[in-house]
């Protein structure tokens, strides 16, 4: 998957990245949350200290949804189209027989 894929946010356009943390890519999020998450198991930290990389690690994890909901939908596009496609051309192919050429049978003379 690409890193061009922008995040989903809520019937927005797909190629805005995600409020609040709109210079953060997926890959970048996703690193930071694990980073994020290793801090609060090392333990060690204040309650407060332990608070605020919580809430910095929901943000995180948010950002990472919105980018992984805007690449579904983007697949979701691409997948409709692709079976429209071959329905058209399945559709097209049936009035020309199963090898989708022209036969003699289909000519009037």
């Known amino acids: 998957m690409s890193d061009d894929v922008q995040p989903d946010t809520a019937g927005a ?19 930071e949350l694990t980073a994020v998450v290793r801090q609060l198991e090392a333990g060690g930290l204040t309650l407060a200290e332990s608070l605020e990389l919580w809430e910095r690690g929901e943000r995180l994890a948010t950002t ?36 989708g050429k022209r036969t003699s049978a289909d000519t009037p003379f």
């Open 13 to 31: 356009d797909t190629d805005t990245p995600p409020e609040g943390e709109t210079s953060l890519s997926y890959e970048q999020a996703r690193d």
């Open 64 to 99: 990472c949804e919105q980018w992984l909901e805007g690449a579904r939908a983007k697949l979701a596009v691409a997948m409709a189209a692709d079976t429209e496609n071959e329905e058209n051309t399945d559709e097209a192919a049936a009035g020309r027989g199963d090898s």
